[in-house]
């Protein structure tokens, strides 16, 4: 871990599913308008699997899929928060709600504009996230 890299904390609502991640003090999140993240208000914030960590709540995650199957969106049973899942964009990965994290753990977080509702011609520009 760089100097410019923290552990930071998060998790859902009820504090059933809690997870830790490494990731530098000052990132990047993305906001997207596709017809599931607009709905919820998800901020993504995509790590390496590697770098990602399910302190608690494994048996508490009911996992949603649709269109092509390939992302798993991980849902808290108790409350029904997103706190993460893994992404079809980045599948070796896990996005992790930027709202479900202590942002405190961060110098900066910068929010841009994803157009999710034109996947194919934007999946691309996800793929380096993870």
Known sequence: MSDAERTHQGGCHCGEVTFAFVAPAQIT??????SICAMTGFLHFIVPAER????T???NLQKYQFNTKVAQHLFCLKCGVKSYYIPRSNPNGVSI??????????DQIEIENF?????EENAAKLAHLA
């Open 29 to 34: 999140v993305q906001r997207c308008n596709c």
């Open 52 to 55: 990602f960590q399910l302190k």
């Open 57 to 59: 709540g494994r048996e």
């Open 97 to 106: 709600n930027i709202n479900c994290v202590d942002q405190s753990s961060f």
């Open 115 to 119: 157009d999710g509702q034109n996947w």
